[in-house]
């Protein structure tokens, strides 16, 4: 793997405690979590929800849906966000953000955990993603990411962002369930690091941040659990190529 990414393909559990204390620049994340409670009936699936948990080609269902069930979409989701969060304070620098996406029903455990371990809440950002997950209350067509901030309160560095952030969500041939576009992880890495500056992502996934990382020219580490994500995270950055209009050498 090139000098400035590394991936792990392990529990973040036992990767995190061996990173330096203070040595992050800035943590993106998008955990997992219980996902489901309630939502519209799908005649193929009985009374279960929709959207990203099903699969209109053919009527098939999606290899993950039986878990879905129980409202687990992956094996690894039995982790609590008190387990990992603390550990995500200490690593971080002072005067850093950590951004963390959560559904409605998980962002007040959120909330409580990181501000009980000392982060600050500097906003909570709307990722508009114009598409919709049926559901029998509103129709969801967007998703929350928690901002925080360790230490003193630093500026973005695009002063003008929005809260909410419109950016099309992947349609179909996801590498990863709850695959996030590049272009909004772009966004966040963008506002809240520096060129050359250290990205860590604890559930890595299909390894969209890493590419971000790679297309802006962060350093990164991931880390991811599932060997069969970790496998696409690898080849995605491997594959991504980056031309530096800056620079006459690429950085990684």
């Known amino acids: 793997m090139k000098e400035n990414i590394k991936l792990y393909n392990a529990d973040c559990l036992k990767v995190l405690p061996t990173i330096e204390t ?6 993106v994340t998008d955990p997992p ?32 849906v039986d878990d879905v069930r129980t409202g687990k979409m992956f094996k690894e989701n039995e982790i609590k966000f008190s387990e990992w969060v603390p550990q995500i304070y200490r690593i971080l620098k002072q005067k850093t953000h950590f ?7 998980n962002m007040q455990e959120m909330l409580n955990v990181c501000t009980e371990n000392n982060f600050k809440l500097v906003n909570i950002l709307i990722w508009k993603k114009n598409n919709c997950t049926p559901n029998r209350w509103y129709m969801k067509n967007a998703e929350f990411i928690l901002m925080f901030r360790k230490g003193q309160a630093r500026n973005i560095n695009n002063l003008g962002s929005k809260t909410c952030l419109e950016v099309n969500n992947i349609i179909g041939n ?4 709850t695959e996030k576009p590049i272009e909004l992880l772009s966004i966040l890495i963008e506002n809240s690091s520096n060129k050359g500056e250290l990205v860590l992502d604890p559930f890595m996934g299909g390894g969209s941040a890493s590419v971000a990382c790679k297309k ?10 599932d060997e069969k994500y970790y496998k696409v995270a690898e080849s995605k950055i491997n594959e991504t190529k980056v031309i530096l209009r800056e620079y006459n050498t690429t950085l990684f």
């Open 99 to 105: 951004y963390v996406m959560v559904n409605d029903r």
């Open 22 to 27: 203070e040595s992050i620049d800035l943590v």
């Open 33 to 64: 979590y219980k996902i489901i409670s309630g939502g519209c009936r799908i005649a193929d699936l009985g009374d279960e929800p929709s959207g990203i948990l099903t699969h209109r080609q053919s009527n098939k269902r999606l290899d993950w």
């Open 174 to 177: 996801k590498s990863h369930p």
């Open 216 to 225: 802006t020219e962060r350093k990164f580490i991931g880390i991811e659990k």
